[in-house]
């Protein structure tokens, strides 16, 4: 499976940007699908993701302003993101996860295929 992340941008701070994530040489079907994101000079943290059994799981400090979204008929998963706050300036990665269950959705080892990201600039 091939992941393509695309939607980054520059954005001012309160702004919203969706972000997609386009997979190919397979489909999101019965796997799970998470958004990471790596801000410089830290490490990849998880934001939010599906899991196989389709719960959904947010980062703190995104919940209720970023929501995940997938079509499993376009193979396609977004990320609304509103309210953007500096602090979430980052490269955006997509994530697919045969394997990933509810306890570790948050786990960037538990998935398999990656995207290359996307930046997301926020200005304050």
Same mark, same amino acid.
């Not at 796997?31 to 799981?57: H, L």
């Given at each position: ?5 695309? &939607?980054? &941008? +520059? !954005? ?5 940007l969706?972000?997609?994530?386009a997979?190919s040489?397979? *489909? ?6 998470g958004?990471? /994101? ?8 998880? !934001?939010? &993701?599906?899991? /196989? ?6 980062? $703190?400090?995104?919940k ?5 979204? /997938?079509d499993?008929?376009?193979?396609t ?6 309210? +953007?706050?500096?602090? $979430?300036?980052? !490269?955006?990665?997509?994530?697919? &996860?045969?394997?990933v269950i ?9 998935? *398999?295929?990656?995207?290359?990201? *996307? +930046?997301? *600039?926020v200005?304050?």
């Amino acid at each position: 499976v091939q992941l393509q992340a695309c &939607g980054g &941008g +520059l !954005v001012q701070a309160g702004g919203s940007l969706r972000l997609s994530c386009a997979a190919s040489g397979g *489909t999101f079907s019965r796997k799970a699908v998470g958004w990471f /994101r790596q801000a410089p000079g830290m490490e990849r943290s998880f !934001v939010t &993701g599906i899991n /196989r059994s389709g719960g959904i799981s947010y980062e $703190d400090s995104v919940k209720g302003r970023f929501t995940i979204s /997938r079509d499993n008929a376009a193979n396609t998963v977004y990320l609304q993101m509103n309210s +953007l706050r500096p602090e $979430d300036t980052a !490269v955006y990665y997509c994530a697919v &996860g045969p394997s990933v269950i509810a306890s570790n959705v948050r786990s960037p080892t538990a998935y *398999t295929y990656w995207g290359l990201g *996307t +930046l997301v *600039t926020v200005s304050s």
